[in-house]
């Protein structure tokens, strides 16, 4: 992703950052001395940080949901109940209860529960279902499972293959009408009668023990099962809630971000309560309702991705743009060209952009308020040279590798020790792939990222772009393998290689498959095609746009050119005798992409 926004930060914009400093020093050493938790006998993590919240606001509203408003008493109370029954029900310490269900106070009360009681929540993606869903359970061997009723569907589907006890297997309802579906327990019921005590577990949970897996698009094209700790969660809560944000009572997070992803769960949950302040949720994001939801909930945060605030600034222009108590927000992904313009619109003071892989050890935090950049970091990082065609970092004649120039691009790597340790996935094999020995210097240690960063002076970074199999399109990681795995499950199809193209003024990257046909073009049904996909895969994951190959080039080692692909992309004068096809919002069917259709898609007529 070019970014012709790369302004260096110089000496005189760090000064006039001084009184800023200044001012935040009393709470980045109070937010440092939360966040480092060393003594492995130190009580902590996300039940007793929720605890120690209550404590300090127990009135003030702790969850938002629709007309629903839960104080930190009475959201402490309901997750204790359920954690009681849990407890009655023979769970405790490491043991993985699955979660599968939408944004609601009920999925973060039973994530509360769970972790209180020293047990780990397998926080599956809504949009999973059939073979993926069945992997992601299998991969971390839960002993229950609590479902939404809105998922009912989608997990019985697929409950034969998945060994839980019926038992453990918990229901909660939606909006409490309809009847407790066969095979289930109605977990609210069930723990209705449980003392509404803090459970003794809570104070018996240390920063090694995990809190959450979190799932991450795997380039074997299922998804890994990253291990998120309690002490991960204390360093998040308080970087991003106390030192980045300055949170406290009387403010408001409103985020609609999926609570599956490690930015809405840990980053943005996280920050509300590490300031005691309450936590607005959305079932799904809508931009129409958007501001609507701000000024009823009185956020003074939001939690976003870059593509929410595209959105956004898509919406017609209204006198109330500025009507709302918005002074900050948290997230990643917003791009340079929409950064200036949405602050002014919107009336917005501090853009706190962040990086940070769920499944990694680093994090960057835009502290300062400088625009463009993810900000800094307070790990030791490098920026390195790599290979373009393998995505591998390259190591020079003496066997070390390379640190970029300032100023320059490179794969960022990010150093493994004590004070950033690296939890890694469920499968030792993940692991071996992600981390690199011997960088700089013998016997060191550091986690390939596999993202391009630039660096821009005085420490801080700016993201540039995903490398390697995966790519980012509506605030979600898509595996290009899984998308290449399900098209060659199609009958007519006999090669496919997908990756990710841009299109002028979107964020991330749309999907793009290049696919050779078992026998010819002719027999290739493009509605019936689109319809495979989005039977299979999930919304985000459907290619956009399609390219027919009769053969595909790959080279030396047989690895298909993806690079050139990307490149000619959906460019019909860069593409040969290939005929291109984009499915086009609004549309049920793939369609030619002529000169015309390309000029439409680039001017923007189309909004994707």
Same mark, same amino acid.
């Given at each position: ?96 209860? #699955? ?8 999925? +973060?009360?039973? @994530?509360?529960? !769970? /972790?209180? &009681?020293? *047990? ?6 809504? #949009? ?8 992601? +359970?299998?991969? @971390?061997?839960? !002993? /229950?499972? &609590?479902? *939404? ?22 229901? !909660? /309802? ?435």
């Amino acid at each position: 992703m070019s970014n012709s926004h790369s302004e260096m930060i110089t000496l005189g914009m760090m000064l006039r950052k001084v009184p800023t400093i200044v001012r935040a020093l009393p709470r980045l050493v109070r937010g440092i001395r939360v966040a480092n938790i060393t003594d492995p006998d130190q009580p902590c993590g996300l039940g007793w940080t929720f605890e120690q919240a209550t404590q300090r606001n127990p009135e003030g509203a702790a969850l938002l949901f629709g007309d629903q408003v839960l104080s930190y008493r009475q959201a402490n109370q309901h997750a204790n109940r359920i954690a009681h029954h849990l407890q009655a029900q023979g769970i405790g310490k490491g043991d993985v209860v #699955a979660l599968f269900i939408e944004n609601r106070p009920e999925l +973060l009360l039973t @994530v509360l529960a !769970v /972790a209180k &009681v020293g *047990g780990i929540c397998a926080m599956l993606n809504t #949009a999973q279902t059939q073979a993926v869903l069945v992997h992601s +359970l299998t991969l @971390v061997n839960p !002993v /229950a499972i &609590v479902v *939404g009723a809105e998922l009912v569907d989608a997990y019985d589907a697929v409950r034969e293959q998945v060994a839980i006890d019926p038992q453990r297997t918990w229901y !909660v /309802a939606d909006q409490q009408v309809a009847p407790v579906p066969q095979g289930y327990i109605d977990l609210m019921a069930a723990s209705a009668d449980c003392s509404t005590d803090n459970p003794a577990s809570s104070q018996q949970i240390y920063f090694n023990d995990p809190c959450f897996y979190i799932y991450t698009s795997g380039t074997t094209g299922l998804p890994k099962a990253g291990i998120f700790k309690h002490g991960r969660w204390m360093k998040s809560s308080a970087s991003f809630g106390t030192i980045a944000l300055d949170m406290g009572p009387e403010d408001v997070v409103y985020c609609t971000l999926p609570l599956y992803h490690a930015t809405g769960l840990c980053v943005c949950w996280g920050s509300a309560i590490a300031g005691a302040s309450g936590f607005a949720i959305r079932r799904k994001f809508s931009a129409s309702q958007f501001w609507d939801d701000v000024r009823k909930f009185n956020a003074t945060t939001l939690g976003y991705v870059g593509e929410l605030c595209r959105y956004l600034m898509d919406q017609p222009p209204s006198e109330r743009d500025r009507d709302n108590r918005v002074v900050k927000m948290i997230g990643n992904g917003l791009r340079p060209g929409v950064w200036g313009p949405f602050k002014e619109r919107f009336g917005v003071g501090h853009i706190c952009e962040l990086y940070a892989a769920s499944d990694g050890n680093i994090g960057f935090t835009n502290v300062l308020n400088f625009d463009n950049t993810i900000g800094f970091s307070l790990m030791h990082w490098a920026l390195v040279d790599y290979a373009h065609d393998t995505c591998e970092p390259i190591r020079g004649s003496n066997g070390f590798m390379r640190e970029v120039q300032k100023g320059g691009q490179g794969l960022l790597l990010a150093r493994i020790d004590d004070k950033a340790p690296f939890d890694g996935y469920t499968d030792p094999e993940k692991n071996r792939k992600v981390v690199l020995s011997d960088v700089f210097e013998k016997g060191d240690r550091y986690f390939n990222t596999g993202d391009l960063l630039r660096s821009i002076g005085f420490g801080h970074a700016q993201f540039v772009d995903r490398l390697g199999d995966t790519y980012r399109w509506k605030g979600e990681n898509v595996s290009t393998t899984e998308v290449e795995n399900i098209f060659m499950q199609h009958p007519q199809i006999t090669e496919a290689v997908a990756y990710g193209v841009e299109i002028a003024n979107t964020n991330g990257r749309a999907g793009m498959a290049a696919i050779t046909p078992s026998e010819s073009l002719a027999t290739l049904d493009m509605q019936a095609l689109l319809q495979f996909a989005q039977s299979q895969m999930p919304a985000y994951a459907v290619p956009l746009f399609l390219r027919v190959k009769v053969k595909m080039e790959t080279t030396g080692t047989f690895k298909y050119q993806k690079v050139r692909l990307k490149e000619e992309a959906f460019d019909p004068h860069k593409v040969g005798d290939d005929p291109l096809y984009a499915w086009l919002p609004g549309s049920d069917t793939y369609v030619p992409v002529t000169v015309q259709v390309l000029a439409d898609i680039q001017s923007g007529k189309y909004r994707y």
